[in-house]
Nanobody, 123 residues
Framework: EVQLVESGGGLVQAGGSLRLSCAAS????????IGWFRQAPGKEREGVSC????????YYADSVKGRFTISSDNAKNTVYLQMNSLKPEDTAVYYC????????????????WGQGTQVTVSS
């Protein structure tokens, strides 16, 4: 059974940091790209960042470049999203997803999705 389990969300003040984790199981981790997406209330889900488990290539949305860092621990089948300098507009439910493809922020490429973790940034 494929599982993606996010953790690490919470409430933080603006300027603070959080690290999200995405633990994957049930598929060959090295064959997949893992992406982070987020959905704020009343808004469409958007891509945040992604990483290729095979070659480590990464991509970031312009809104998070320089503040967020994605990384992968292939031995643990886990992808992390380090979020620094958080802003109130980063408040959203964050989802991780797996794509049998190169790293991409195109949501239609993603086959498996986690349940999400809430991130709330207070001003």
């Amino acid at each position: 059974e494929v599982q993606l389990v996010e953790s690490g969300g919470g409430l933080v003040q603006a300027g603070g940091s959080l690290r999200l984790s995405c633990a994957a199981s049930g598929f060959t981790f090295d064959d997949y790209a893992i992406g982070w997406f987020r959905q704020a209330p009343g808004k469409e889900r958007e891509g945040v960042s992604c990483i290729s488990s095979s070659d480590g290539s990464t991509y970031y949305a312009d809104s998070v470049k320089g503040r967020f860092t994605i990384s992968s621990d292939n031995a643990k089948n886990t992808v992390y999203l380090q979020m620094n300098s958080l802003k109130p507009e980063d408040t959203a439910v964050y989802y991780c997803a797996a794509a049998l493809a190169i790293a991409t922020l195109a949501q239609y490429e993603y086959d498996y999705w986690g349940q999400g973790t809430q991130v709330t940034v207070s001003s």
